[in-house]
T-cell receptor, first 111, second 112 residues
Framework: DQQVKQNSPSLSVQEGRISILNCDYT??????FLWYKKYPAEGPTFLIS?????DKNEDGRFTVFLNKSAKHLSLHIVPSQPGDSAVYFC??????????FGQGTELSVKP | DGGITQSPKYLFRKEGQNVTLSCEQN?????MYWYRQDPGQGLRLIYY???????QKGDIAEGYSVSREKKESFPLTVTSAQKNPTAFYLC???????????FGPGTRLLVL
C-alpha cells in the first residue's frame, strides 16, 4: 500500500526555467509534508516542509504547495540551476512521527 | 561540529555472515531511524528508536536487528537471515517531534 507516490521517475528542465515536482498521498491524517534532496551515494538533505494547515510555504527559489482536497503537493524550483540536479523525495509525517517516503523523482537541469 | 556519522562508507558481506553498520550522532537527538534505499525506490523504514533502550520494528525489519544502549548510537546488524541485503543504508535522527529528520551520509552494503 503506497501511501505516498511520486509518479514521475524523472524530469528534465532547461536552466532558468521552472521545475515542478509532484507528489500524491492517500492518508488524510498526515500532519506534515517534507521535501528532501539527494545526491548519489549521499544522505538526503532536508529542503523545505509544509504543515497540513497551510497551503503554501516559500523559501528562496523553493516553494511547496499543498492541495488537501486533492491530496497533492508540489515543489516548485524557480529559476532552476544545474546544481539542482538530484533526486527529490517527498515525505509525509504521520502523527507518530514516522516519515513515509515517495519513490523519488530524478531532476536533471540542463545548461 | 554536530552531525550524524555512519561507518563504514562501503561494506562487503560474505554469505552467511552478520555485519554491523554504525550510526552515531552528537545532536542530542532522542529519536533515531534506519532506512534502506534500493534503486528506483523510496526510503523504507527498517527500525526506529524514540528513546534509549527502546526500539520498534519498521516496515521491513525481517533479517535485521538493532540496539540502543546509548543516546548517541544506534547500530544496525544485517543478519544472515536477510536474503537480499545489497542496498544503501541510511541512518537518521530527530530532535523534538515537530522537527524534521536529519540523515547521515549512508553505507553501501554489497554481498560477495
Amino acid at each position: 500500500d503506497q501511501q505516498v507516490k511520486q509518479n514521475s521517475p524523472s524530469l528534465s528542465v532547461q536552466e532558468g526555467r521552472i521545475s515542478i515536482l509532484n507528489c500524491d498521498y492517500t492518508n488524510s491524517m498526515f500532519d506534515y509534508f517534507l521535501w528532501y534532496k539527494k545526491y548519489p551515494a549521499e544522505g538526503p538533505t532536508f529542503l523545505i516542509s509544509i504543515s497540513s494547515i497551510k497551503d503554501k510555504n516559500e523559501d528562496g527559489r523553493f516553494t511547496v504547495f499543498l492541495n488537501k482536497s486533492a491530496k497533492h503537493l508540489s515543489l516548485h524550483i524557480v529559476p532552476s540551476q544545474p546544481g539542482d540536479s538530484a533526486v527529490y523525495f517527498c515525505a509525509a509525517k504521520n502523527q507518530g512521527g514516522k516519515l513515509i517516503f515517495g519513490q523519488g523523482t530524478e531532476l536533471s537541469v540542463k545548461p | 561540529d554536530g552531525g550524524i556519522t555512519q561507518s563504514p562508507k562501503y561494506l562487503f558481506r560474505k554469505e552467511g555472515q552478520n555485519v554491523t553498520l554504525s550510526c552515531e550522532q552528537n545532536l542530542n537527538h532522542d529519536a533515531m531511524y534506519w532506512y534502506r534505499q534500493d534503486p528506483g525506490q523510496g526510503l523504507r523504514l527498517i527500525y526506529y528508536s524514540q528513546i534509549v533502550n527502546d526500539f520498534q520494528k519498521g516496515d521491513i525489519a525481517e533479517g535485521y536487528s538493532v540496539s540502543r544502549e546509548k543516546k548517541e548510537s544506534f547500530p544496525l546488524t544485517v543478519t544472515s537471515a536477510q536474503k537480499n541485503p545489497t542496498a544503501f543504508y541510511l541512518c537518521a535522527s530527530r530532535g523534538r517531534p515537530e522537527e524534521t529528520q536529519y540523515f547521515g551520509p549512508g553505507t553501501r552494503l554489497l554481498v560477495l
